[in-house]
């Protein structure tokens, strides 16, 4: 092991030198050491243990054209949209890309990023499902790296979003314009950026919007079982919601669910609003009204600017929010102003 191994491990891990020495000498299981700490400080090991200098060189000399795409759910329609049209922009320069699904998982995804170094790709583009930046902040001193739709307010790190609080400012003041005042949001992880800012946004429309309002947050995935249970437990909450904000397309299909299993016709009985665009919400009866991400311009622009500095040698010091657009479906019932 090269001399101050231990102590970058334990900088990066907020784990002591001797757990981590524990681990790196095959006696973790003897001491209680958790599996998921095992992997997390073994994976973070595999990506520092090679020379920099060294890594640096092999990829200039053995470019094989590649992006390396990390996104935490390949299932989710949103990311697989991002995932298409990033494929499509590389294909343009022809490069080919290495997906990998993360499954919101931050262990899963120090395995890919190992994996991504070892296939020797030119760069990655990733949506982080963590809340750790040393790991990305260290693979970006060996590869370009820029982040999509997930990023991190307080790091350096390149990324390139939507403005999640405009649209959730946009989605709200559609509701509250509706004359609505009981309203149940149903949120992502609590450690995504994109659920922090779509809440701000919420409550930014509040203060300057709303009267009397009561805005209830519930959940914590962006899943179709987060939407429907949180729909499922609308009738335990007082005043009864009318209308609710689902903070993404899969949450949206779990509450759709539910409603039809309450029977409750949407904007009829309760009114509805959801947050990214997928061509099918226009075939639902009534089309649902959705703040639109610009998936494609999102997807286009991390790989030119990717692909700029892995041919140019240029750092990447991109932050971009690009402005999301409200589609208007039939969802929304308008109720009488309090």
């Given at each position: 092991?090269?001399?101050?191994?231990?102590s970058e491990?334990?900088?990066l891990?907020?784990?002591?030198?001797?757990?981590?020495?524990?681990?790196?000498?095959?006696k973790?299981?003897?001491?209680?050491?958790?599996?998921?700490?095992?992997?997390m400080?073994?994976?973070?090991?595999?990506l520092?243990?090679?020379d920099?200098d060294?890594?640096?060189q092999?990829?200039?000399?053995?470019?094989?054209?590649?992006?390396?795409?990390?996104?935490?759910?390949?299932?989710?329609?949103?990311?697989?949209?991002?995932?298409?049209?990033?494929?499509?922009?590389?294909?343009?320069?022809?490069?080919?890309?290495?997906?990998?699904?993360?499954?919101?998982?931050?262990?899963?995804?120090?395995?890919?990023?190992?994996?991504?170094?070892?296939?020797?790709?030119d760069?990655i583009?990733?949506?982080?499902?963590?809340?750790?930046?040393?790991?990305?902040?260290?693979?970006?001193?060996?590869?370009?790296?820029?982040?999509?739709?997930?990023y991190?307010?307080?790091?350096?790190?390149p990324?390139?979003?939507?403005?999640?609080?405009?649209?959730?400012?946009?989605a709200?003041?559609?509701?509250?314009?509706?004359?609505?005042?009981?309203?149940?949001?149903?949120?992502?992880?609590?450690?995504?950026?994109?659920?922090?800012?779509?809440?701000?946004g919420?409550?930014?429309?509040v203060?300057?919007?709303?009267?009397?309002?009561?805005?209830?947050?519930?959940?914590?995935?962006f899943?179709?079982?987060?939407?429907?249970?949180?729909?499922?437990?609308?009738?335990?909450?007082?005043?009864q919601?009318?209308?609710?904000?689902?903070?993404?397309?899969?949450?949206?299909?779990?509450?759709?669910?539910?409603?039809?299993?309450?029977?409750?016709?949407?904007?009829?009985?309760?009114?509805?609003?959801?947050?990214?665009?997928?061509?099918?919400?226009?075939y639902?009866?009534p089309?649902?009204?959705?703040?639109?991400?610009?998936?494609?311009?999102?997807?286009?622009?991390?790989?030119?600017i990717?692909?700029?500095?892995?041919?140019?040698?240029?750092?990447?010091?991109?932050?971009?929010?690009m402005?999301?657009?409200?589609?208007?479906?039939?969802?929304?019932?308008?109720?009488?102003?309090?």
């Amino acid at each position: 092991m090269k001399r101050g191994t231990l102590s970058e491990l334990s900088r990066l891990t907020g784990f002591s030198k001797t757990t981590i020495s524990r681990i790196l000498n095959g006696k973790a299981d003897e001491y209680r050491v958790s599996d998921t700490t095992q992997r997390m400080v073994m994976s973070i090991y595999k990506l520092i243990s090679e020379d920099v200098d060294e890594t640096a060189q092999r990829l200039r000399n053995d470019s094989n054209k590649t992006i390396g795409l990390a996104v935490p759910s390949i299932s989710n329609p949103f990311f697989a949209n991002l995932s298409a049209s990033i494929i499509a922009e590389a294909r343009k320069y022809n490069y080919s890309v290495s997906i990998f699904d993360t499954q919101e998982n931050g262990t899963t995804e120090l395995e890919a990023l190992y994996e991504m170094r070892h296939r020797k790709v030119d760069g990655i583009v990733i949506v982080p499902c963590g809340g750790r930046t040393q790991e990305l902040e260290e693979m970006q001193k060996h590869i370009p790296v820029i982040l999509v739709d997930r990023y991190f307010k307080k790091s350096k790190l390149p990324y390139i979003s939507t403005n999640n609080f405009d649209g959730g400012y946009m989605a709200m003041k559609e509701l509250i314009k509706g004359g609505h005042r009981n309203i149940l949001c149903i949120e992502g992880p609590s450690i995504s950026i994109t659920t922090k800012e779509r809440e701000r946004g919420c409550k930014a429309a509040v203060k300057e919007l709303g009267k009397n309002c009561n805005i209830y947050f519930r959940g914590n995935e962006f899943s179709i079982d987060n939407g429907y249970l949180q729909t499922r437990l609308l009738k335990l909450l007082d005043p009864q919601p009318t209308a609710i904000f689902a903070m993404s397309n899969t949450i949206l299909l779990g509450s759709l669910q539910a409603l039809k299993e309450f029977g409750l016709g949407i904007a009829e009985d309760i009114s509805i609003i959801s947050f990214d665009n997928l061509r099918y919400l226009d075939y639902f009866d009534p089309p649902i009204t959705r703040i639109a991400q610009p998936l494609k311009g999102i997807g286009q622009s991390a790989v030119k600017i990717l692909i700029g500095s892995i041919e140019n040698g240029r750092e990447i010091h991109s932050q971009i929010l690009m402005s999301p657009t409200l589609i208007k479906g039939k969802s929304i019932k308008k109720l009488l102003k309090l």
